[in-house]
């Protein structure tokens, strides 16, 4: 096997697993880039032949970035996750898509983890944006998670993984601190 040849198998390989994770069947995706099903099955199998449309398109519709399905890697993180206390049952931007690690995998430099203390009382942080990565993952309390116009409330147990480029704040809500650890990968 030539390494072309791998590689191709490998970009196939990429989209099957991540149109599993977002619980999509190959009959949805033919028929969403508009080809034959087996058309469709051969580029999951060899990944050979793949138009760059085809890929920016399955790209934007799994919620990665088009260099996560050429070349498995990517520093950006494009939406978020939630992962709600016991569930292990991710919450994405589009409910009809879930999305593996791949879109969250962390590159270059990560932060030692920070325990944060907020409380109800104190004056709202204002939003604030910054390169990386961020995950929260709440201990105590309940924190309410500003990510651009969208709001969050997670409760202890409760994780949430996000692009931190976009100006977001954390606040508590009622009147207990909340107490979440903090890691940032840059």
């Known amino acids: 096997m030539t390494a072309d040849s791998q590689r191709f198998i490998e970009i196939g390989q990429r989209i099957q697993g991540l149109r599993e994770a977002c619980d999509v ?25 793949v138009p760059i449309s085809a890929i920016y398109h399955m790209a934007q519709q ?10 498995g890697t990517s520093s950006k993180l494009n939406t978020y996750q939630i992962v709600r206390a016991g569930q292990g049952k991710e919450v994405p931007r589009n409910p009809r898509y879930h999305y593996e690690d791949l879109a969250w995998r962390y590159v270059d430099k990560i932060m030692q983890p920070l325990l ?5 009382t104190e004056k709202p942080h204002k939003p604030q944006a910054h390169d990386g990565q961020e995950f929260n993952y709440v201990l105590e309390g ?39 650890v903090c890691v940032i990968a840059e």
């Open 116 to 120: 944060v203390t907020i409380d109800p």
């Open 142 to 180: 309940t924190l309410v998670l500003t990510w651009g116009d969208q709001q969050f409330k997670l409760e202890p147990g409760d994780s949430v993984f996000f692009n931190p480029t976009i100006m977001h704040c954390q606040s508590a809500l009622g009147d207990k601190p909340a107490v979440f």
């Open 62 to 71: 799994f919620g990665v970035e088009f260099n996560d399905i050429l070349n």
């Open 25 to 49: 069947t190959r009959e949805e995706m033919a028929e969403e880039l508009e080809v034959s099903v087996e058309t469709y099955t051969a580029w999951e199998e060899t990944g050979a032949d």
